[in-house]
């Protein structure tokens, strides 16, 4: 199956800093990558829809200056939270998929811990 | 899109079989069901898919019934292994999980 390849897995900062978050698709060009946000005990959140080459389409609630979405090319899309603060702290996860493609691929998360 | 609804919990002993069942009233005509296993702290990771009548892959198998509201996932002799949270999901494809949303899912715990 297609193999989509998120980096890093987890990740400590400082309050204030920025931080940001890889989404590859390995062996697919992916025309559309989703961002969720996870935390314990709940479910998947989803954040935001990328499409490559357009900007991205955020969900109600979600401050699109404070989660920067750049989906630049088929194979990769970045989020880069700024100004994290430890509210920010969370499971984050990005999936991908195409067009003709029977479902989603996911990235194995990365956990952020903001301190 | 059409929400679903499932049990938020279920416990089950190794070695029996286990059904899953999703709510998703307000399917639409071109939307597909589609349920995906998580382990703590790991994305998502696809299980099976259906339209309509009876999927099965080597894994599970998902039963559709004809007026298509609702799905069961069924997962045959589980192991420890098993041990997930497991959501239904609907939507149309290709190409159009423009936006998916995760339900709460349901943690299934095999005790030994």
């Known amino acids: 199956g297609a193999v989509v390849s998120q980096h890093p897995s987890w990740v400590i900062c400082k309050s204030g800093t920025s931080v940001k978050i890889e989404c590859r698709s390995l062996?697919?060009?992916?025309?559309?990558m989703f961002w969720y946000r996870q935390f314990p005990k709940q479910s998947l959140m989803l954040m935001a829809t990328?499409?490559?080459?357009?900007?991205?389409?955020?969900e109600q609630g979600v401050e699109k200056d404070k989660f920067l979405i750049n989906h630049a090319s088929l194979t990769l899309s970045t989020l880069t939270v700024t100004s994290a603060h430890p509210e920010d702290s969370s499971f984050y996860i990005c999936?991908?998929?195409?067009?003709?493609?029977?479902?989603?691929?996911f990235g194995s998360g990365t956990q952020l811990s903001v301190l | 899109l059409a929400k679903t609804t499932q049990p938020i919990s279920m416990d089950s002993y190794e070695g029996q079989e286990v059904n899953i069942t999703c709510s998703h009233n307000?399917?639409?005509?071109?939307?597909?069901i589609t349920w995906y296993q998580q382990f703590p702290s790991q994305g998502p990771r696809f299980i099976i898919q259906?339209?309509?009548t009876k999927v099965t892959n080597e894994v599970a198998s998902l039963f559709i019934p004809a007026d298509r509201k609702s799905s069961t996932l069924s997962l045959p002799r589980v192991s420890l292994s098993d041990t997930a949270v497991y959501y239904c999901?609907?939507?149309?494809?290709?190409?159009?999980?423009?936006?998916?949303?995760f339900g709460t899912g349901t943690k299934l715990q095999v005790i030994p």
């Open positions: 062996d697919f060009q992916a025309t559309t």
């Open positions: 259906g339209y309509k």
């Open positions: 307000n399917i639409a005509t071109n939307d597909y």
């Open positions: 990328s499409n490559e080459g357009s900007k991205a389409t955020y």
């Open positions: 999901l609907v939507g149309d494809k290709p190409g159009g999980y423009q936006k998916v949303t």
């Open positions: 999936s991908a998929t195409r067009q003709g493609y029977e479902k989603l691929f």
